[in-house]
């Protein structure tokens, strides 16, 4: 009977302990979060709270290609019980199923469909080289509409590599992933898992923004994968961590909703793949928070076997 309290002391110190790490200094959801003005008329600047309940957080309107209009959720229901949200965390259509990709990504946008690229030979700057190979890309209708191609950032050798859907307005403004209020809560999360941001690496499957934030299509995903594709090549990392239902639905090539995904075994041609919930449908559901923390622990165990 001994034995069993100091197991459950045990326990409850745990959870406290993981609990402060996610709500504490380290972890909490930005104190602003911007609203795009030019974005759906339901848009509005709101400030915040971090411990106000999930059903009065405003939503976040254009980070990271995240839904318009996403239904706040009530705090208390499971994750798992949870009926994806519009945007992030939605059931897609069967007609928007992510397509698959093509063979592998064209070393120029003149290359002819089916060719195969030549190898780039990894001396340090291949992830640069690929880069400028792509950047100026018309393949899709977005390369028209882009204000920056958001590539990637972080380190170009690095063992975690987290794969969002598409860049927001703050991405395509400035040309780096992850940098509005989402953004910020993801660097307290790396943060949290005792890293930096510079220590991984970050992009999209898209690398030009959709129009007001709208979901990917299946052609623009179709054309782009290639090059998130390329990137895993070169990047090699040792575990993929998909942000949101759309990364996780095109990398897995399945339909499932983002609560049925996470929590489960996956990988990608061969790497350890983590699926979780995007920050920004954080931001909009506090009761999330906790089963991401969870996933973010895990993709650190295989990562290096860092125990958090």
């Known amino acids: ?138 393949k899709c209708s977005l390369g028209s509409t882009r204000q920056n191609f958001v590539f990637g950032a972080g380190n170009p050798a690095a063992g975690i590599m987290f794969v969002g859907e598409a860049p927001g307005a703050d991405e395509d403004r400035q040309g780096e992933p992850f940098v509005g209020a989402a953004g910020q809560l993801l660097n307290k999360i790396i943060s949290a898992m005792d890293l930096r941001r510079e220590d991984v690496y970050i992009c999209n499957i898209l690398k030009c923004r959709p129009p007001n934030n709208r979901d990917p299509q299946p052609d623009e995903i179709e054309q782009c994968e290639p090059y998130l594709k390329r990137q895993i090549e070169l990047i090699q990392p040792k575990v993929i961590c998909t942000l949101g239902r759309f990364a996780a639905q095109t990398l897995l090539r399945s339909s499932d909703s983002m609560g049925h995904m996470r929590g489960q075994s996956h990988q990608y041609e061969g790497i350890p793949l983590v699926a979780t919930y995007h920050p920004a449908a954080l931001l909009r559901n506090a009761e999330w928070k906790r089963p991401t923390w969870e996933d973010m622990k895990r993709v650190r165990q295989i990562y290096d076997g860092v125990e958090l």
């Open 1 to 138: 009977m001994e034995k069993s309290n100091e197991d459950g002391l045990s326990e409850a110190r745990r959870y406290l302990t993981d609990l402060m790490v996610f709500e504490g200094a380290k972890f909490v959801v930005p104190i602003e979060v911007k609203a795009e003005k030019a974005s759906s008329p339901q848009a509005v600047e709101s400030t915040v709270d971090p411990m106000a309940p999930a059903e009065e957080v405003v939503a976040l309107v254009g980070e990271e290609a995240d839904a318009d209009a996403a239904p706040i959720i009530g705090p208390m229901a499971p994750a798992e019980e949870i009926v994806a949200p519009a945007g992030e965390e939605a059931d897609a259509d069967a007609t928007d199923l992510p397509m698959p990709a093509t063979a592998i990504v064209a070393a120029a946008d003149g290359q002819a469909a089916g060719q195969v690229e030549e190898p780039i030979a990894d001396d340090g700057n291949a992830l640069d080289i690929f880069r400028q190979q792509i950047c100026d890309c018309s």
